[in-house]
């Protein structure tokens, strides 16, 4: 029998939830508030909270300092590329941990198999080789030797474990301080690091990642794939196989089984996911600090730059973050039915 | 065109093997009923005809072509599922045109097949509906003119009736009945319902745990079951069967009788028993007894009778109609 509430309950419960909702938004507010005020108002709290000369000259400053619409411009390319490039991995990555069967290697298989398995394998490693740097460059095939007899193993592990078990060590890899992985990434991101340098045969030194959008770009990417592959999958487990099985019948291939039947199908969850990465992109503020400086700085830095070494501009600050934040609250807003349902899709059945 | 055959064909499941061989041949143009029990086997051995399924050892040949490593795309074979499989998102006109457009045909054409098809099956006026809008039986249908409109060498049918209610059901197998008849085409279809199986099938292959129990016509099988498996599977009621004293005095290890192939008396009969319930179903009268030294039995009668719960009656088996079994289960010669 469903519970029966009565109008005080209901009353109580809407008065609860909106005293911690107005909570959780309060900081929001109070920053939206002071951007309005003048720096020697907002350093006086909280007596002037309403009598206070009201202003619009932070605004200005700000925009006047620092060129706030070339930030937005490279915050906004940064989130949709990544978010773009994220999910032409992770949609078939989901799609292969949803749908296709869990096939343990086995001697049966061909030589072909076999072949390209140890191909593929060499690949990766060659990659390692290149991006570890080590001094095996002088002692290349034993480095490679080194790599494969760890990597295929390890490759090989991973790939008879469950989809359960693989997803999990993927989501494993945003456990870890993102500070523990900075100076690894900064290392091959820089000038004179781990792979822009001269090495003799050709010189790297002109190139570098730092503050690129070629570095910033797969960085957002790979930082969130783990979740966006996480939220496909849990979509793509709630579509029915024989869908797919119907397609394959009816002759398409991969091509169009994933673009005219699962895509369509998925559209919701894609929508959600799609959300859900640009708004992780755009907030993103550790990597962003660490790893761009003009060229590729997003507004993370722009508001960055108004917490300095001279003292807290507040007022400024707080309209400098207010302008960050702003395009990505009225996306949120407008779409927060679509997040809210992406994010408790799946939940309840 | 629309010869199929498997041969030695073996699938398992990492340890477990589901289909341990099976070698099975369908003649161009015939409607093959597959049935069995709950995981015997019957829609995996569909699966693996249609090549959802890779099979573990073993040949699939379609038209004498091995079709072992061919893709399911590629095998020329049209599915049509239990749960309909429709794509939501598309009206029934671009589900039923979706395999055309699969096969690059021109958007003339496509629309003149949909038509076609749709006129078949009585579907011209949804056509601009999608799937939810439309009732089970509709579903049915447009996944059915799905299949026909690719003009395929065989239709494969894996319990397409099993979501529709006991009217509806009737309605489509005739329907089905009258498609095999007018496109002449393989059909290999699986149930677990045997009325199905004994209605619409030129052959019955019945599965038991993975391995062909027997294959035969409906009538060969109803008349001359081959084992156990398929005396107790096929009929409905269960076939009685008996060991003991019954069975060794005819020499066999088990014997088999029908219902409707036990004569009742209130005076005398081999076996004497209690009736236990009687259920009128108008046409037909089920009494199920409880048989001193043998157990449980059912007996057919047609019409309606006198019998009554705790009478005592007399049960006799018409003599021809005895099947033999030996103590493997095996027909008795």
């Known amino acids: 029998m469903a519970r029966k509430t009565t109008a005080t309950q209901t009353s109580i419960v809407t008065i609860v939830a909106w005293l911690i909702g107005f909570v959780m938004f309060f900081p929001i507010l109070w920053m939206a508030m002071t951007a309005f005020k003048t720096e020697v108002d907002a350093y006086t709290m909280p007596e002037n909270w309403w009598s206070t000369n009201w202003t619009l000259e932070n605004f200005g400053i700000v925009q006047e300092r620092s060129n706030y619409l070339r930030y937005v411009i490279n915050t906004t390319i940064i989130a949709i590329v990544s978010t773009v490039l994220g999910l032409l991995f992770a949609i078939p990555a989901a799609w292969s941990m949803a749908f296709q069967a869990e096939t343990k290697p086995s001697v049966a298989w061909s030589g072909k198999i076999w072949a390209g398995i140890l191909l593929i394998a060499a690949a990766i490693a060659a990659a390692i080789t290149l991006s570890v740097g080590w001094q095996l460059a002088e002692r290349p095939l034993l480095g490679l030797l080194l790599i494969l007899i760890i990597g295929v193993p390890f490759g090989y592990w991973i790939w008879t474990r469950r989809t359960t078990d693989k997803l999990l060590w993927m989501l494993s890899t945003k456990m870890m301080p993102p500070a523990g992985a900075l100076i690894p990434i900064y290392l091959i991101f820089n000038r004179n690091g781990l792979i822009f340098k001269d090495w003799g045969a050709v010189d790297l030194r002109d190139y570098n990642l730092i503050d690129t959008f070629w570095g910033m770009i797969p960085l957002m990417m790979l930082l969130n794939l783990p979740i966006v592959i996480w939220m496909l999958y849990t979509y793509f487990k709630e579509i029915p196989f024989e869908i797919l099985e119907a397609a394959r019948m009816d002759g398409a291939g991969l091509w169009e089984e994933l673009s005219r039947v699962l895509a369509p199908m998925a559209l919701p969850g894609i929508a959600s996911t799609l959300l859900l990465n640009v708004i992780l992109a755009w907030n993103e503020a550790f990597w962003t600090l660490n790893l761009t400086n003009k060229y590729a700085a997003p507004l993370s830095f722009f508001i960055s730059e108004y917490s300095s070494p001279e003292g807290q501009f507040w007022a400024k600050l707080s309209a400098a973050s207010t302008m960050a934040i702003a395009p990505i609250l009225l996306l949120g807003w407008f779409s927060q039915r679509q997040l809210v349902r992406g994010l408790t899709f799946g939940a309840v059945k | ?333």
């Open chain 2, 1 to 333: 065109m629309g010869s199929i055959e498997l041969q030695k064909v073996v699938k398992q499941f990492g340890e477990l093997t589901v289909i341990p061989g099976v070698d099975l041949k369908i003649a161009d143009g015939e409607f093959v009923v597959f049935v069995g029990p709950s995981g015997c086997g019957k829609s995996t051995l569909l699966r693996l005809i249609a090549g959802l399924e890779d099979v573990s050892s073993g040949k699939v040949l379609i038209d004498g072509k091995d079709a072992t490593e061919v893709g399911p795309s590629q095998r020329g074979l049209a599915m049509v599922f239990q749960s309909y499989a429709l794509y939501p998102h598309m009206s029934v006109r671009s589900n039923i045109g979706f395999p055309l457009k699969m096969a690059k045909v021109s958007a003339d054409q496509i629309d003149q097949k949909v038509k076609k098809a749709a006129a078949t099956l009585n579907l011209t006026d949804y056509l601009d509906r999608r799937p939810g809008q439309l009732s089970g039986g509709q579903r049915q249908r447009v996944a059915i003119g799905r299949a026909i409109v690719r003009d395929p060498t065989a239709f494969l049918f894996d319990e397409p009736l099993s979501n529709l209610d006991a009217a509806l059901r009737v309605q489509m197998r005739l329907e089905i009945a009258d498609l095999h008849h007018a496109l002449k085409r393989t059909m290999i279809y699986v149930t677990h319902d045997q009325v199905e199986a004994m209605t619409m099938a030129d052959k019955i292959v019945v599965l038991d745990r993975g391995s062909i129990a027997q294959v035969g016509t409906p009538l060969e099988l109803y008349n001359q079951p081959d084992n156990l498996f398929v005396a107790r599977f096929i009929g409905s009621p269960t076939m009685n069967t008996l060991n003991g004293a019954s069975a060794s005095k005819r020499g066999a290890s088990t014997i088999g009788v029908r219902p409707e192939h036990i004569n009742v008396s209130s005076a005398s009969g081999e076996w004497k028993g209690r009736v236990r319930v009687v259920e009128h179903l108008g046409s037909d009268t089920f009494i199920y007894a409880e048989v001193e030294g043998v157990g449980p039995m059912t007996v057919r009668q047609e019409g309606e009778t006198e019998q009554s719960p705790g009478e005592t009656i007399y049960l006799t088996p018409q003599e021809s109609r005895v099947h033999r079994f030996d103590q493997n289960g095996r027909r008795v010669v």
